[in-house]
């Protein structure tokens, strides 16, 4: 039998969206071929905390926890990855004091969304430490979490993206009264205001007018530095997965189907909460032609970020004119048991399981690519 791949799966974060990627990592550790790959869980807290494996593994569920190799459960000291590429392993925190262990890492798959995970900055650790991991590499991670960077570079690719404008939270406090002129000059009413970098709708409100613009532009403010305003649009909502490096595929359209009038958007609650008034239907019910359209523009987005790995594509739909719009790209999608990633490539033909097989050797790939890179002259 050929040795196991030590496969580190962090997860948790500094991000509102701790939770969720809880969530995903238990997904994850329930679809992963454990024939071919032991786990090491490595969680990190709200604050920034890493974690033992054991207390790691103690935030999941029972039956993913089961599901991990002994030797997680004996492993209590807090352990990390450092930035330097002699250490291809985790170092111990506390215990016996700092220091290197014996447990290598082969690859990691950051399963970490939003904040600290999605943004670039753990992928940038990765880089520093030279192991090989999961998703896109720093600049298409942070292009990605930057919803007004990520609309700049989709238009220079020539998709088609929403009206909207952006300022920093420093602008708004200073002059609210220009902003508000700005937003009813350049968007109009309804709206919708969001922090540039966050996602699963944190942050997110639709203000119908002057009055409660304020309140959705403070609230998103209160989450970052930078504020993006949308004109609403009434649309459906569809998205695609993308997998691959250099010539990445993309599977069948999904949709989510709003059963109900009081989800009136896809909030944090619609999306992980099976509040049964949102439905996420695979295939998307469209024509064969727009089918085809929309995997070709997922797969032209995931190109204009320079993406690896994986993303999800989220398109707006208008109901008026049928025109395809794309709304975001996420280079560390929703991988629960809702959510719409491992949905769209099972009904495409390819398991999660699969799926996680494809994602690591995307990671060896994309890892040799870049080790025939000189960094001497
Ligand atoms: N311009 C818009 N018009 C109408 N609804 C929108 C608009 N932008 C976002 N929404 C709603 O808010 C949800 C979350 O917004 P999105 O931009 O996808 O942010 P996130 O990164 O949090 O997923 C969308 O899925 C959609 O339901
Ligand atoms: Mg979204």
Same mark, same amino acid.
């Given at each position: 039998?050929?040795?196991?791949?030590?496969?580190?799966?962090?997860?948790?974060?500094?991000?509102?969206?701790?939770?969720?990627?809880?969530?995903?990592?238990?997904?994850?550790?329930?679809?992963? $071929?454990?024939?071919?790959?032991?786990?090491?869980?490595?969680?990190?807290?709200? +604050?920034?905390? =890493?974690?033992?494996?054991?207390?790691?593994?103690?935030? @999941?569920? +029972?039956?993913?926890?089961?599901?991990?190799?002994?030797?997680?459960?004996?492993?209590?000291?807090?352990?990390?990855?450092?930035?330097?590429?002699?250490?291809?392993?985790?170092?111990?925190?506390?215990?016996?004091?700092?220091?290197?262990?014996?447990?290598?890492?082969?690859?990691?798959?950051? /399963?970490?969304?939003?904040?600290?995970?999605?943004?670039?900055?753990?992928?940038?650790?990765?880089?520093?430490?030279?192991?090989?991991?999961?998703?896109?590499?720093?600049?298409?991670?942070?292009?990605?979490?930057?919803?007004?960077?990520?609309?700049? @570079?989709?238009?220079?690719?020539? @998709?088609?993206?929403?009206?909207?404008? =952006?300022?920093?939270?420093?602008? =708004?406090?200073?002059?609210?009264?220009?902003?508000?002129?700005?937003?009813?000059?350049?968007?109009?009413?309804?709206?919708?205001?969001?922090?540039?970098?966050?996602?699963?709708?944190?942050?997110?409100?639709?203000? $119908?007018?002057?009055?409660?613009?304020?309140?959705?532009?403070?609230?998103?403010?209160?989450?970052?530095?930078?504020?993006?305003?949308?004109?609403?649009?009434?649309?459906?909502?569809?998205?695609?997965?993308?997998?691959?490096?250099?010539?990445?595929?993309?599977?069948?359209?999904?949709?989510?189907?709003?059963?109900?009038?009081?989800?009136?958007?896809?909030?944090?609650?619609?999306?992980?909460?099976?509040?049964?008034?949102? +439905?996420?239907?695979?295939?998307?019910?469209?024509?064969?032609?727009?089918?085809?359209?929309?995997?070709?523009?997922?797969?032209?987005?995931?190109?204009? /970020?320079?993406?690896?790995?994986?993303?999800?594509?989220?398109?707006?739909?208008?109901?008026?004119?049928?025109?395809?719009?794309?709304?975001?790209?996420?280079?560390?999608?929703?991988?629960?048991? /809702?959510?719409?990633?491992?949905?769209? =490539?099972?009904?495409?033909?390819?398991?999660?399981?699969?799926?996680?097989?494809?994602?690591?050797?995307?990671?060896?790939?994309?890892?040799?690519?870049?080790?025939?890179?000189?960094?001497?002259?």
């Amino acid at each position: 039998m050929t040795k196991k791949l030590h496969v580190g799966i962090i997860f948790g974060g500094r991000s509102g969206e701790h939770e969720v990627s809880i969530r995903s990592a238990n997904s994850v550790i329930e679809a992963i $071929d454990r024939d071919r790959y032991e786990v090491i869980p490595l969680a990190i807290t709200k +604050e920034g905390h =890493w974690l033992s494996p054991s207390d790691s593994a103690s935030l @999941l569920p +029972e039956y993913a926890r089961n599901l991990l190799p002994p030797t997680v459960k004996g492993s209590g000291e807090a352990l990390t990855i450092v930035g330097d590429p002699s250490h291809a392993g985790l170092f111990r925190l506390e215990g016996n004091g700092p220091g290197a262990t014996n447990q290598k890492l082969d690859v990691v798959f950051p /399963v970490l969304h939003g904040t600290f995970g999605e943004d670039g900055t753990i992928q940038g650790l990765l880089e520093m430490a030279g192991i090989p991991y999961v998703g896109c590499g720093v600049l298409a991670s942070s292009c990605g979490m930057d919803k007004v960077t990520m609309k700049t @570079l989709f238009r220079q690719a020539g @998709l088609p993206i929403c009206k909207h404008i =952006w300022f920093l939270r420093g602008e =708004w406090e200073r002059d609210p009264e220009a902003i508000k002129v700005r937003v009813a000059r350049e968007i109009g009413f309804p709206c919708f205001a969001k922090p540039a970098n966050l996602g699963s709708s944190v942050g997110i409100s639709r203000a $119908d007018d002057e009055q409660s613009l304020k309140g959705a532009i403070d609230l998103a403010a209160s989450y970052d530095r930078k504020v993006i305003v949308e004109e609403a649009l009434n649309m459906r909502e569809i998205e695609c997965a993308v997998l691959g490096n250099d010539e990445p595929e993309a599977s069948l359209p999904g949709e989510y189907v709003i059963l109900e009038a009081q989800a009136a958007f896809l909030d944090y609650t619609e999306k992980y909460s099976n509040t049964g008034r949102v +439905e996420f239907v695979v295939p998307a019910q469209v024509s064969a032609k727009l089918s085809s359209e929309i995997r070709r523009m997922a797969v032209k987005a995931f190109k204009a /970020v320079d993406g690896a790995g994986l993303a999800r594509v989220d398109f707006f739909l208008l109901r008026d004119t049928n025109k395809l719009l794309i709304n975001e790209l996420n280079t560390l999608p929703g991988l629960t048991d /809702v959510s719409g990633f491992p949905k769209m =490539w099972t009904a495409t033909g390819l398991p999660f399981g699969k799926v996680i097989d494809r994602l690591i050797e995307l990671a060896f790939e994309r890892h040799v690519d870049k080790s025939r890179n000189l960094t001497t002259r």
